[in-house]
Each structure stands twice: as C-alpha cells, then as structure tokens.
Nanobody
C-alpha cells in the first residue's frame, strides 16, 4: 500500500494562493488515480479534484473549478494541488488519496484505498 504525506497548507488571506504537495512512498503512484479531498469542521469529507494515471484527464468539484489545478509528477512520486483565488469557504483539512478503483476518475471517498494525514488550509476574510 502506498503511504501519502501532504504538505504546503497554511494561513492565507482571501484571494491568495497556496500549493499543496502530496509525496508518496512505498509504491510508485503511476498505477493509481490520485485525488484531493477536504473536510471542514462539522462537515463530511468532500471531493475536490482527481487526476488519471498519466495526468491526461482531470475532474474538479464545481466549487473549485477554474481556481484549483491538480497535477502529478510520477517521476517524483508526487501530486500537487495549486489553489488560487482562495475563499474563506475553502478553509478545511485537505487530504491526498490514492485509488486503484476501476472507475474512471472516482469522486467518492470510498473508492480510494490510501489516505494521507491531511494538511490544514485556513483562508481569512
């Protein structure tokens, strides 16, 4: 099973940008669909973005479309989430996840097999 460690979270003002990284170990991520999810206090974990094995295909939640970009570098075993035009409602713990599901670009947390510990993103108004 692949181990995932997120980094890059922090406190940023509304309108600002952050870049999250997810470093994988134990296995190469080339055979995994990778995703980002987030969970705000008192809310369920929600889908943010997902990217196919080669990076050729991506899918985003409507709430982040046009502001967030997911990418991957399989040679570095790392996945990224570039976040721009951040809003206070983006405040959450952000999780990286890896999926071996046969589903195309899965968006359900239950379709992911491995999870990182999360990184906090706080957007002030």
């Amino acid at each position: 099973q692949v181990q995932l460690v997120e980094s890059g979270g922090g406190l940023v003002e509304a309108g600002g940008s952050l870049r999250l990284s997810c470093a994988a170990s134990g296995r190469t991520i080339g055979s995994y669909v990778m995703g980002w999810f987030r969970q705000a206090p008192g809310k369920e974990r929600e889908f943010v973005a997902t990217i196919s094995w080669t990076g050729a295909n991506r899918s985003y939640a409507d709430s982040v479309k046009g502001r967030f970009t997911i990418s991957r570098d399989n040679s570095k075993n790392t996945v990224y989430l570039q976040m721009t035009s951040l809003k206070p409602e983006d405040t959450a713990v952000y999780y990286c996840a890896a999926s071996l599901s046969s589903s195309w670009l899965p968006t359900n947390p239950g379709q992911y097999d491995s999870w990182g510990q999360g990184t906090q993103v706080t957007v002030s108004s």
